[in-house]
């Protein structure tokens, strides 16, 4: 039997794993730079069925959680659920983050006690408050096995949160950001509305952090998930304030956030169109070039080529 020594608070934890540590994945792995998060899905890490299922799903990416979604009473179980799928099942090129109670509670130690043996890919921290809550979480990290490469991810789901999202961006490990809308929504003592406008300076916030450091973004979920067109309208939104994706409750909401925010044909089109206008620009000794009546400058050329990167990836990520 394979044993597993972490260092978690100064303590140390010996893990009896029954299985080694493999990651078993169809193909190459694409990087955060360039993978889509156009969906990430919750799945319970109590579900094993979900569990199994989410391998064959359209989705970007999969929170596995053992926060909400999980009774008190399912927690360990749910552990060892989510640890055996990270190390034996095949999701592919997909996203995959873990989702452990926060540092509040009696469950986050035994949370990562399970999880870093498998070297998880990415911690998703709930109820971060500060830069203090991802630096234990890095620290934690840096004294595990098999998680040199994994990085944090931040549940931005609390005012502090909001106040304080520059600070958490720049701090170690951290790869994105998740809008929690519940729980903020809750905190603020707000009401919804199509608009959201209880939560625009919020995202925001959220955004603004993400994008000075480089951060992915996901925008967060809709609790109707029979609602279609308030779905849309909320996918709308989404993508318009600059979100990278969506997370999501239930597979059925899949569809529709990919198409979403998946790059139309008439903007790819107007991308390479863009770019072949400002390179004969160019070779006229021109800086800027003319495309429909609209100037385009190089700041165009800089957001066509995303586009066409991101089109790329996507197209890639389904092949």
């Not at 993978?35 to 919750?42: A, G, K, Q």
């Not at 709930?126 to 630096?135: L, N, R």
């Not at 779905?231 to 198409?259: C, I, W, Y």
Request: proline letters at 4%.
């Amino acid at each position: 039997m394979l044993r597993d020594i972490i260092v978690l608070q100064g303590k140390l934890w010996l893990i009896l794993n029954p299985k080694p540590t493999l990651h078993m994945t169809g193909a190459a792995k694409m990087t955060a730079e360039n993978r889509p998060y156009r969906s990430v899905l919750y799945i319970p890490g109590s579900k094993t069925r979900a569990l199994e299922k989410a391998q064959t799903l359209s989705t970007d990416g999969i929170i596995f959680d053992l926060e909400d979604a999980v009774a008190p009473e399912a927690k360990a179980e749910a552990r060892g659920h989510v640890a055996d799928a990270l190390r034996d099942l095949n999701y592919g090129n997909r996203a995959l983050l873990v989702r452990i109670n926060g540092f509040e509670t009696e469950w986050a130690m035994d949370d990562l006690a399970a999880i870093l043996p498998a070297g998880p890919e990415s911690i998703l921290l709930p109820k971060v408050y500060g830069a203090a809550d991802i630096e234990k979480l890095a620290e934690i990290l840096d004294g595990a096995e098999n998680c040199a490469h994994t990085k944090i991810w931040a549940m931005m789901e609390t005012p502090l949160s909001m106040l304080n999202a520059r600070e958490i961006a720049a701090a170690p490990r951290m790869a994105g950001m998740v809008l929690g809308s519940n729980d903020l929504i809750k905190d603020l003592g707000a009401q919804t509305d199509p608009a959201r406008t209880a939560l625009q300076a919020s995202i925001g916030l959220c955004l603004l952090a993400a994008r000075a450091y480089g951060l992915i973004c996901i925008d967060g979920v809709y609790n109707a998930f029979k609602d279609v067109d308030g779905l849309q309208v909320e996918l709308d939104h989404g993508r318009m304030m600059g979100f990278d994706g969506k997370s999501l409750l239930h597979p059925d909401q899949l569809a529709p956030t990919n198409t979403a925010y998946r790059p139309s044909e008439a903007e790819i089109e107007l991308a390479k169109r863009q770019m072949a206008a400002f390179k004969e620009a160019e070779e006229s000794g021109k800086g800027i070039a003319v495309l429909d009546g609209k100037i385009v400058e190089n700041l165009h050329i800089v957001t066509a080529r995303a586009l066409l990167a991101k089109a790329d990836a996507i197209a890639a990520s389904e092949t």
